[in-house]
């Protein structure tokens, strides 16, 4: 099959996935086509099967900001026209559902009709999607979609809440490669860290406000003052600089590392004990997912589709969205035992299984025939 990905080429969790995703489809015999104005990042090298198309705004002085819709459309359309794609999957709604939309309606002008499924990854639909000043052209693009997935089943929800979709939206979950993240031997890089032994939580993100990183570090707070801790903190972006304030602010410095965005995130979770998520918002919790395959239990937030992924009392525990104290009480009861601690990280490593590549590919494989087909039924 011929599948065309547009997704944002960033280290935003939609873009990981359809990255990972089109990889994994290539390495199945798969033919994909990238379309995104930069490099997706985790596009390394030649990858056999693998096509790389870039959107170019247009720069012209009467526009204050570049139409990317129109030029992302006007790619897509040229795209599938020379490449002969069966199928165009654009991951995150906005835009790229509308482009999408406004793509398959100039191809059916051309004689050429292009089956559009549209993921839907979470603040997509949470936070940008539901502004009033684009959720009609949004919840119309969506609608439009030859298929609709999510990648929880409490993002699916929410989406019903929000919009008017009519539509059945597939429930198919983020997944992790266990080829990059899994157990793994560090423990020369874990003395550079923790010289005294010390434990080691971890928290990785984007650095915004529905994060609630300063709940990482108060639970930390509590943490240190029973044992002897080591807080990482990884990623970059708008409240990194208050956060970094708030470790100075609480005399943590000395036990707290900020270390930015980091690619080799596998390394830091391979020689940490705990992984911190308190966020206010969370559709699936990626970094969750991947701190479990490497056997680190998570100690999170009960919010959004968190609570699918981290089962509680068995790989990690859920707390109130804010409650620090619940969140430093229940790290400290793993942290105090180490058996009790063993055995969730067995756990969560179990429970990580679940959500393998292989699995997750053959689910959209399964999706990309069903809509093609149906489609084709649909003209018969």
Known sequence: MKIGI???????GSGVIATELGLGLAAKGHEVHFITYRMPVRLNGFQQNIFYHEVTPIDYALFDFSPYESSLASKIVNVVLNEDLDILHVHYAVPHATAGYLAK?????????????????????????IDQSIAPVIEFSIQQSDGVTSVSQDLKDETLRQFQIHKEIQVIPNFIDFKRFGPSNKSHFRELVAPQG???LIHISNFRKVKRIQDVVSMFE???????????????????????????????????RCLGKQDAV???????DIFVLPSEKESFGLVALEAMACG?????SNAGGIGEVNTHGETGYLSEIGDYEDMARNALSLLLDDSRLAAFRQNA????????????????????????????????
């Open 296 to 300: 680190v239990p998570v100690i999170s």
């Open 6 to 12: 547009v997704c944002y080429p960033t280290y935003g």
């Open 198 to 200: 010390e434990k080691i």
């Open 266 to 272: 596998e390394e830091l979770l391979a020689i940490s």
């Open 349 to 380: 490593m179990t429970r990580a299984q679940d959500f393998g590549l292989d699995k997750i590919l053959l689910q959209y494989e399964a999706y990309y025939s069903e809509v093609v087909e149906a489609r084709r039924s649909a003209l018969a």
């Open 222 to 256: 509590i943490v240190r003052d029973v044992l002897p801790a080591k807080l990482l903190l990884v990623g970059d972006g708008p409240e990194r600089g208050y956060i970094e304030s708030l470790v100075r602010d609480k005399g943590l410095s000395d036990s707290t």
């Open 105 to 129: 309606k100039i191809l059916l002008e051309r004689g050429k009709y292009i089956p559009v499924i549209t993921t839907l990854h979470g603040t997509d639909i949470t936070l940008v999607g």
